[in-house]
């Protein structure tokens, strides 16, 4: 699915969602916010959407079993020159790590096929450009709703205060009124704000938080990306262009 329906069907469902929320679930004292509340308790669905989203993916980007083993059997199997096996061990493992590794030992394997053989260090600028290559394809899909994340932090505060300020506008004109203020639409235009300030905070924080958790967590598996791939172009930097041991 394209990122940009995902994007539209997550936030008509928001929306949707939220709705039936503000008008049968929450209590009069919420509903007193007015109809701005919808769009909070939208981009707080649409939070927890990418939150379970993002949790998914970077779990299966983790791929099976455990990374430092997988990493020991490839070296491995590199170092007994069995690259086939060493591909075959990134096919069981099936996460981002093993996918660009496995790209690195395609490309070695082809160059010894087709009789390509340059200089070692000629190989592995290749092998480190197939490398750098296949991150370049899987990092942006680590990195998806992050930035949905940021913004939706960045926009519920300025929904949140929009409403403030349109509640303190009507808290304003019962003040303004001559004679005896309305003290009911004064009460009602506070509230309003009050409710909207809140739900600005709520969906703001909870923006925050899962954008800074989900960055830390792509840069650590995005470092430990680096660190396998270099631990393994290492090991492949230790054959002859022949695939046998020095």
């Known amino acids: 699915m394209k990122q940009s329906v995902f994007m539209t069907i997550v936030l008509v469902v928001?929306?949707?969602?939220?709705?039936?929320?503000?008008?049968?679930?929450?209590?009069?004292?919420?509903?007193?916010?007015?109809?701005?509340?919808?769009?909070?308790?939208?981009?707080?669905?649409m939070v927890a959407t990418f939150v379970f989203?993002?949790?998914?993916s970077l779990r299966k980007a983790q791929g099976r079993g455990s990374l430092a083993v997988f990493l020991k059997n490839v070296t491995l199997e590199i170092n007994k020159g069995n690259i086939d096996g060493g591909i075959a061990a990134c096919d069981k493992q099936r996460g981002s790590c093993a996918n660009i590794i496995r790209t690195g030992?395609?490309?070695?394997?082809?160059?010894?096929?087709?009789?390509?053989?340059?200089?070692?260090?000629?190989?592995?600028?290749?092998?480190?450009?197939?490398?750098?290559?296949?991150?370049?394809?899987?990092?942006?899909?680590?990195?998806?709703?992050l930035v949905a994340l940021s913004t939706i932090a960045t926009v519920s505060v300025l929904w949140g205060l929009l409403g403030t300020v349109l509640g303190m506008i009507r808290a304003f004109n019962a003040l303004a009124k001559a004679g005896t203020p309305d003290a009911i639409q004064l009460a009602?235009?506070?509230?309003?704000?009050?409710?909207?300030?809140?739900?600005?905070?709520?969906?703001?924080?909870?923006?925050?938080l899962a954008y800074n958790f989900f960055t830390t967590k792509v840069d650590n598996f995005t470092y430990m990306i680096d660190e396998a791939s270099y631990s393994i172009v290492q090991s492949l930097a230790e054959k002859t262009p022949t695939g046998k041991s020095k």
């Open 14 to 45: 928001a929306l949707i969602v939220a709705y039936f929320i503000f008008a049968y679930l929450m209590p009069d004292y919420i509903q007193k916010g007015g109809y701005l509340v919808i769009g909070l308790i939208a981009m707080t669905l």
């Open 53 to 56: 989203e993002r949790i998914f």
């Open 105 to 145: 030992l395609e490309r070695y394997k082809m160059m010894i096929q087709e009789g390509d053989i340059k200089s070692q260090k000629e190989m592995m600028a290749e092998v480190q450009h197939a490398i750098e290559e296949a991150m370049m394809l899987e990092v942006p899909l680590l990195e998806k709703n």
């Open 188 to 208: 009602l235009g506070i509230s309003e704000a009050l409710v909207n300030t809140a739900g600005g905070l709520v969906a703001a924080i909870s923006g925050i």
